[in-house]
């Protein structure tokens, strides 16, 4: 069963964000642009997987996508793409959407992508990865008081189905730990074959497994420090929901496109996300004011309470929480 979903992560919503309304260099664009394509492949590699998982028992196993742990180095984290617990063994799974051609060498903890220009890319040795995150979950599982650790068995997957993979070793694909998609079906069920002494118990699963959820942090991400960039490099305005053209004109009933004539009630709730995942969770009538570059006090207000977000303070100094989960209903609502 899936206790962990694989949800879009929050570093993608924000680079999405920021990407519709970055005012930069062409080169800090196009580093925030490689940036969103990279989190964008690593995420679309990992919901690709969940096709194959779902050929594994349902209640034999418990799925977590995307878990963020405590290191047992202090203020550090460690990170697992995808996380299978058993009563009998837990995988763990490091995934890598790399497209193109690649020559795996495993010798120098290394993969390297071979461009159409002819250039080569390197990328982390994902079989290394993945056994740095058994070693780390190892300990974290001591930490837990986890009286007898099951097996811990590590696979990487590429999880492009097109991409053309080479390897500099004389080891054959069993040993190398480096597998496709459709193959973990078939690699587990060896798991199972060789692994068929149960270490935990039904209580003991459900314990490690309320553990992890309670113990994941997800991953810190400022944009502002991560890029070096100011208020100034965010352009305001509410965006086309079609066509994310930046500033809408607002009609008596509608904001108005003037790029695709496109019509909306509710743009400005599509753009109220933005500024969650730009600024975070606090905002100020101020604050709302400036980012949609809205003239009127009582209209900011009519919107903010519209979402019935939950407030502290009084009149000027009233502070609200943005909450997705209600900006999405009242965008529903009003759709």
Same mark, same amino acid.
């Given at each position: #069963?899936?206790?962990?979903?694989?949800?879009?992560?929050? $570093?993608?919503?924000?680079?999405?964000?920021?990407?519709?309304?970055?005012?930069?260099?062409?080169?800090?664009?196009?580093?925030?642009?490689?940036?969103?394509?990279?989190? $964008?492949?690593?995420?679309?590699?990992? !919901?690709?997987?969940?096709?194959?998982?779902?050929?594994?028992?349902?209640? +034999?196993?418990?799925?977590?996508?995307?878990?963020?742990?405590?290191?047992?180095?202090?203020? @550090?984290?460690?990170? #697992?793409?995808?996380?299978?617990?058993?009563? =009998?063994?837990?995988?763990?799974?490091?995934?890598?959407?790399?497209?193109?051609?690649?020559?795996?060498?495993?010798?120098? +903890?290394?993969?390297?992508?071979?461009? %159409?220009?002819?250039?080569?890319?390197?990328?982390?040795?994902?079989? !290394?990865?993945?056994?740095?995150?058994?070693?780390?979950?190892?300990?974290?599982?001591? +930490?837990?008081?986890? $009286?007898?650790?099951?097996?811990?068995?590590? @696979?990487?997957?590429?999880?492009?189905?097109?991409?053309?993979?080479?390897?500099?070793? %004389?080891?054959?694909?069993? +040993?190398?730990?480096?597998?496709?998609?459709?193959?973990?079906?078939?690699?587990?069920?060896?798991?199972?074959?060789?692994?068929?002494?149960?270490?935990?118990? =039904?209580?003991?699963?459900?314990?490690?497994?309320?553990?992890? #959820?309670?113990?994941?942090?997800n991953e810190g991400f400022n944009i502002f420090s991560a890029f070096?960039?100011?208020?100034? =490099?965010?352009?305001? *305005?509410?965006?086309?929901?079609?066509?994310?053209?930046?500033?809408?004109?607002?009609?008596?009933? =509608?904001?108005?496109?003037?790029?695709?004539?496109?019509?909306?009630?509710?743009?400005?709730?599509?753009?109220?996300?933005?500024?969650?995942?730009?600024?975070?969770?606090?905002?100020?009538?101020?604050?709302?004011?400036?980012?949609?570059?809205?003239?009127?006090?009582?209209?900011?207000?009519?919107? !903010?309470?519209?979402?019935?977000?939950?407030?502290?303070? $009084?009149?000027? *100094?009233?502070?609200?929480? @943005?909450?997705?989960?209600k900006i999405k209903n009242r965008t529903r609502a009003n759709s």
């Amino acid at each position: #069963m899936i206790i962990k979903a694989c949800d879009i992560p929050d $570093k993608l919503r924000k680079l999405e964000a920021l990407k519709r309304r970055i005012i930069a260099s062409p080169e800090k664009v196009k580093e925030i642009e490689g940036e969103y394509a990279k989190v $964008k492949a690593g995420y679309k590699g990992e !919901l690709s997987l969940s096709y194959f998982l779902n050929f594994l028992p349902s209640q +034999q196993y418990h799925i977590f996508y995307n878990v963020r742990l405590p290191s047992y180095q202090s203020g @550090l984290y460690f990170q #697992m793409d995808i996380l299978l617990l058993s009563k =009998n063994f837990i995988v763990i799974l490091e995934v890598k959407n790399i497209a193109g051609q690649i020559i795996y060498d495993p010798a120098f +903890q290394q993969i390297i992508r071979l461009n %159409s220009n002819g250039q080569e890319e390197v990328f982390k040795d994902p079989v !290394l990865q993945v056994h740095r995150q058994k070693y780390q979950f190892q300990i974290w599982l001591q +930490q837990q008081n986890v $009286k007898q650790l099951p097996p811990i068995f590590t @696979l990487a997957i590429l999880s492009n189905p097109n991409t053309l993979i080479k390897t500099t070793s %004389s080891q054959n694909n069993s +040993q190398l730990q480096l597998i496709r998609p459709d193959k973990i079906p078939s690699v587990i069920k060896q798991f199972e074959n060789h692994n068929n002494l149960e270490i935990l118990n =039904n209580k003991e699963l459900k314990r490690i497994s309320t553990k992890i #959820m309670n113990s994941h942090v997800n991953e810190g991400f400022n944009i502002f420090s991560a890029f070096h960039l100011s208020d100034e =490099n965010i352009k305001k *305005g509410v965006h086309c929901p079609d066509c994310f053209h930046i500033p809408l004109s607002k009609s008596r009933y =509608n904001w108005i496109c003037s790029n695709c004539n496109h019509k909306s009630k509710n743009a400005h709730l599509f753009s109220l996300e933005d500024f969650y995942f730009l600024y975070g969770q606090v905002i100020t009538n101020n604050d709302l004011r400036n980012f949609l570059n809205i003239p009127s006090r009582h209209q900011a207000k009519r919107i !903010l309470q519209s979402v019935h977000l939950t407030s502290s303070g $009084k009149n000027r *100094g009233t502070k609200y929480i @943005l909450e997705l989960n209600k900006i999405k209903n009242r965008t529903r609502a009003n759709s």
